[in-house]
């Protein structure tokens, strides 16, 4: 039996094909899986591609680098950087995913910190520790902006008081405000010490930005003898000696920053700063990492860590273009035989310190003939892994552990987005304050600390001026009644009365409600009878003494007079909007009659004066009258019409229509330009009513040709008192035949003398 042929071998495959796929086809799917996030899958496409090559491929070895870098096994991501540097220079904008890479192994994922920096922090409420009266005024007087304890405090037209620096002019903020002496005072009773270092804070930051820096050095250690473990004051400290370098000095200020809060991104930019400034280049970088993985988003930390790497891992000696001479490939595959046997990380898993079996080595590295491959991955690993260890917490590898310096901030506290470890609360600025300063707020609000300077009283609805003065609302809408100035500094106050922006200090009425609850409530108390007692409607109802008014007819008003205005406001503050409207008397001062008025709408102008749109309700008799802040008030009860019936009623039916059809003809019949100026003042003739007895004051078209009729004063006010409908529908036919007769005589008159000339 003979022996089967042997089949014969394969042929051999194009180093650019496999299977059938050409190299680009392969290439565009590794592309496609970095892309889509599948980085385990595109760096064995890579590397793949990369064994098959005779000549390295620079593109190529930065894609693998890339791929590997966001897989996390960055010894392998290092590997196949420093090959591509071999090629040809490299550029810090090239190493962006093996900084973020780094950034993410140095112990923080990107977006999970936005939310935890230092601040005050919420959870201490809850930590089972009483909160002291002296820390709940502490915390409700902190800058809702910057977290801290108000520091020069400034009251926005909105109400919200923030620090001064935080108010500082800005697109949405255009107007800077002057300190709140109210909330100022306040605040140097209770904190002095506190207040004072903030100041000697301020004086620093002054200085500094004025380049004194030797004597904001000397400011700044003042106000860190008040409060020796305040790190905004550290990081100003640590700041100047920048300046000055002297970096040792600077790097320990920095690292105690660091070490109370380890999620404040200034404090590891600055140490980085101190230690390249001591030529610390790995330090540097792991600060440098810090900050990156702190704010993922900043493009100024992207390249100073790009930077720095360079300067790290890829050193100007090494980072030249080398060619593959023959000697030089027979040192590499020695190299990377001795990896090989010593169980490189590049084995399968590529993690460092894996414990895999030797035969399940990679594929790549048992090939001796990839001695490109070799050249790209195996060069300086075992000094990569070291370097990597000197400035990661721990090894890196796929599953790291998430650290900060000297395991300061325990992973379990930060996968909760927001939360802020204990120990960092407990050292923050605002908790170590008091314990530092060593003092105790003056915890004693009265009534003296909220009195408003106009009306000697507690601040009720307080309000603050661009000056910082604070005042009842009531009582500075009255002082603006009489001039457009602050009452204290005599400020001009115009903006703010053309806005009429009188938006309630929030802080100040929150403090007064919880230290001051009893003296609110006998405050709001005497505001509330106050305003009940202006409600009236038949007793004390404001008079304003102008002009002649009648139901149902539209009545415009030009307020300027400062007694008006509070009277105004005040009808519209009782939500009545009704006022009394009375001609004035020699004798008596004001009318026997007057018609009751109702506001529609009020237009306000920046000198205060405003137009008030009103229209007549019903009419009164003034029973007394009297004087309030000014303005006339009355006690008063409202007429109404006496209804006839029968035949009367049928009577005055017919005599209502008589006296309709009279007036509409008396209309019609006069000049163009006559017509339009009462249309313009007073509106259309309403029409006529089919029941003239349905309004209690009577039909509005009668009350209509009564304001307009030329009569005078004594007139209209006799008719504006008649009760009785048909007495007013006589002594309008009576007016309006002698109004007509005297149209007609002068229409003849000048028709004479017409003729004659």
Not at 298 to 305: L, R, S, T
Not at 467 to 472: A, L, M, P, V
Not at 554 to 561: D, M, N, Q, R, S
Request: aromatic share 6%.
């Amino acid at each position: 039996m003979s022996p089967e042929p042997v089949p014969p071998p394969p042929p051999p495959q194009c180093p650019r094909c496999d299977g059938g796929e050409s190299f680009a086809q392969r290439l565009e799917k590794g592309d496609e899986a970095l892309a889509a996030g599948e980085y385990e899958m595109a760096a064995e496409l890579f590397r793949s591609l990369l064994a098959g090559l005779e000549q390295p491929d620079r593109g190529l070895c930065l894609r693998l680098g890339d791929a590997l870098a966001r897989a996390g096994r960055l010894p392998e991501a290092l590997g196949a950087f420093r090959g591509a540097a071999r090629l040809g220079a490299l550029r810090p904008e090239e190493l962006g995913e093996l900084a973020g890479g780094l950034a993410r192994a140095a112990g923080l994922r990107e977006g999970r910190l936005s939310a935890g920096r230092p601040g005050r922090a919420p959870e201490a409420a809850s930590e089972g520790r009483p909160a002291s009266a002296a820390a709940a005024l502490r915390d409700l007087l902190g800058c809702p902006r910057c977290r801290r304890l108000l520091h020069q405090p400034v009251t926005l037209p909105c109400g919200l008081t923030v620090c001064e620096r935080c108010a500082e002019p800005g697109p949405a903020r255009p107007q800077v405000r002057r300190v709140n002496v109210v909330l100022s005072g306040l605040l140097e009773k209770c904190f002095p010490a506190e207040c004072r270092r903030r100041r000697l804070a301020g004086q620093a930051r002054s200085l500094q930005r004025q380049h004194q820096t030797q004597a904001a050095l000397l400011r700044c250690d003042q106000a860190l003898d008040l409060a020796p473990d305040d790190n905004s004051l550290l990081l100003l400290r640590a700041e100047l000696y920048l300046t000055l370098k002297n970096y040792e000095q600077a790097l320990q200020d920095a690292s105690a920053v660091c070490q109370n809060e380890p999620l404040l991104t200034k404090g590891h930019h600055i140490k980085a700063q101190a230690l390249s400034g001591l030529g610390r280049s790995k330090e540097v970088l792991k600060e440098f990492l810090y900050c990156l993985a702190l704010n993922p988003e900043c493009c100024a930390v992207k390249k100073e860590v790009q930077k720095v790497m360079c300067e790290v891992f890829f050193p100007a000696s090494e980072n030249e273009h080398q060619n593959l001479t023959s000697s030089i490939q027979s040192r590499l595959m020695s190299q990377c035989h001795s990896h090989v046997n010593t169980r490189s990380p590049l084995e399968e898993g590529g993690n460092a310190g894996s414990s895999e079996n030797p035969s399940e080595k990679s594929d790549v590295l048992r090939n001796t003939s990839s001695s490109v491959l070799s050249f790209i991955l195996g060069l300086h690993f075992e000094e990569d892994k070291k370097t990597l260890e000197s400035i990661l917490p721990e090894a890196p590898s796929s599953g790291l552990k998430r650290q900060l310096p000297n395991d300061m901030v325990d992973a379990q506290d930060l996968s909760t987005p927001g939360k802020i470890p204990k120990k960092d609360m407990d050292s923050s600025p605002q908790r170590s304050m008091n314990s530092k300063i060593g003092e105790g707020p003056e915890f004693s609000i009265d009534v003296t600390d909220f009195e408003c300077a106009l009306c000697m009283r507690l601040l009720f609805e307080p309000v603050t001026t661009p000056c910082g003065h604070t005042f009842c609302l009531k009582c500075l809408e009255r002082c603006l009644d009489h001039a457009p100035h602050c009452p204290l500094c005599k400020d001009k106050l115009s903006e703010l009365l053309a806005s009429r922006n009188f938006n309630i200090t929030i802080l100040a009425e929150e403090l007064i409600f919880r230290y001051l609850s009893d003296e609110l409530s006998d405050r709001k108390r005497i505001y509330d009878e106050e305003m009940m007692e202006l409600s009236n409607l038949t007793r004390d109802v404001p008079i304003f003494v102008c002009a002649m008014a009648f139901p149902t007819v539209p009545c415009p008003l030009h307020v300027f007079e400062p007694r008006y205005r509070l009277m105004i406001r005040r009808c519209m503050e009782t939500g009545t909007k009704r006022f009394g409207m009375c001609l004035s008397a020699e004798h008596a001062g004001i009318s026997e009659y007057g018609c009751m008025l109702e506001i529609k709408d009020v237009r306000t102008f920046p000198d205060g004066s405003s137009v008030v749109d009103a229209i007549g309700i019903s009419r009164f008799r003034v029973l007394s009258h009297r004087h309030r802040d000014g303005y006339n008030t009355a006690d008063i009860e409202y007429l109404e019409d006496e209804k006839v019936e029968g035949p009367e009623s049928e009577e005055l039916a017919t005599l209502h229509d008589s006296v309709y059809q009279q007036s509409v003809s008396w209309f019609a019949s006069l000049q163009d330009h006559m017509k339009e100026q009462i249309l313009s003042h007073f509106g259309i003739m309403p029409d006529r009513e089919s029941e003239p007895q349905s309004n209690p004051s009577g039909p509005a078209w009668s009350w209509w040709i009564l304001a307009v009729l030329p009569l005078e004063r004594k007139a209209q006010l006799a008719i504006l008192g008649m009760t009785l409908l048909k007495e007013r529908l006589l002594a309008i036919r009576r007016i309006l035949v002698i109004i007509t007769r005297k149209m007609n005589s002068r229409q003849e008159l000048l028709n004479n003398r017409e003729r004659k000339n």
